[in-house]
C-alpha cells in the first residue's frame, strides 16, 4: 500500500492523541509503539507501520487487525479497495442451528470456525422469537484449543440468554415457545456431545 503522503511523526501522533479519547488498551500501547519508534529514529519499524495505512488511523486499525490474526495462524496481509485490512477466511465453518429451522425467527445459530493454526472461535445469532441479535466469525472472537471447548462455551452463552428471558412479560418480542425450543435444541446437542465421548 503507498502513502507517500503520510509522515509518522510526533505532531502527527499528538494531532491524534489530542482529537481522539481512547477506551481500548491495545491503542494506547501501538500508539507508544509507534512513538517509541520516532523517539529512536527506527526507520525500518515506521516504514513496516506505514504500509499499513494512509493515516494514522488506518494505521492502528490495521495493524491491531494483521495482529489479532496472527494469534489464529493467519499472516496474509491484503487491504480493500478502501485500504481496510481484508477479513481473514476461517477453515472448517459450522453452522449449527437450534430450535426450528423451518419457521423464520423461531432459531439460533451457533457458527464454528477454526484458524490455521488449528485455534478455533464461534459466533452466534440469537432469536426470541421478534427481538434478537449476533455478531460473525472474527478474528476478535474468543479463543479456543478445539472445536468442542468452542462449541460447550457457546452452547453455555446461549442457555444463559435464553435461561434469562423465561417468562419474560414482553411477549410482543420474547415467544416463550421459540425460547424453550432453543433451550431443548441446545440440551439435545449437549447430550449428543456427552454420548460421543463415551465411545
Known amino acids: 500500500m503507498e502513502n507517500s503522503?503520510?509522515?509518522l511523526n510526533s505532531a502527527t501522533i499528538k494531532n491524534y492523541l489530542q482529537a481522539n479519547h481512547f477506551s481500548v488498551q491495545w491503542e494506547k500501547n501501538?500508539?507508544?509503539?509507534?512513538?517509541?519508534?520516532?523517539?529512536?529514529?527506527?526507520?525500518?519499524?515506521?516504514?513496516?507501520?506505514?504500509?499499513?495505512?494512509?493515516?494514522?488511523?488506518?494505521?492502528?486499525?490495521?495493524?491491531?487487525?494483521?495482529?489479532?490474526?496472527?494469534?489464529?495462524?493467519?499472516?496474509?496481509?491484503?487491504?480493500?479497495?478502501?485500504?481496510?485490512?481484508?477479513?481473514?477466511?476461517?477453515?472448517?465453518?459450522?453452522?449449527?442451528?437450534?430450535?426450528?429451522?423451518?419457521?423464520?425467527?423461531?432459531?439460533?445459530?451457533?457458527?464454528?470456525?477454526?484458524?490455521?493454526?488449528?485455534?478455533?472461535?464461534?459466533?452466534?445469532?440469537?432469536?426470541?422469537?421478534?427481538?434478537?441479535g449476533g455478531y460473525g466469525l472474527s478474528i476478535y472472537g474468543k479463543q479456543f484449543r478445539c472445536r468442542q471447548d468452542a462449541l460447550i462455551y457457546a452452547l453455555d452463552e446461549i442457555k444463559k440468554m435464553m435461561t434469562a428471558r423465561i417468562g419474560d412479560k414482553d411477549t410482543t418480542n420474547v415467544k416463550q415457545p421459540v425460547i424453550m425450543a432453543t433451550l431443548r435444541a441446545i440440551s439435545q446437542v449437549q447430550v449428543s456431545m456427552v454420548q460421543l465421548t463415551l465411545f
Open 30 to 132: 501501538m500508539i507508544a509503539e509507534i512513538l517509541e519508534a520516532i523517539e529512536s529514529n527506527n526507520t525500518e519499524k515506521l516504514a513496516w507501520f506505514k504500509g499499513f495505512g494512509k493515516d494514522i488511523r488506518h494505521i492502528l486499525m490495521n495493524v491491531h487487525a494483521y495482529r489479532k490474526g496472527l494469534e489464529f495462524g493467519f499472516t496474509e496481509i491484503a487491504f480493500d479497495k478502501n485500504d481496510w485490512f481484508c477479513r481473514s477466511e476461517f477453515l472448517e465453518k459450522e453452522d449449527i442451528k437450534l430450535g426450528d429451522s423451518e419457521r423464520y425467527g423461531e432459531y439460533s445459530n451457533i457458527y464454528l470456525g477454526r484458524g490455521i493454526n488449528h485455534i478455533w472461535t464461534y459466533a452466534l445469532n440469537y432469536s426470541y422469537g421478534m427481538a434478537g
Open 5 to 7: 503522503a503520510l509522515t
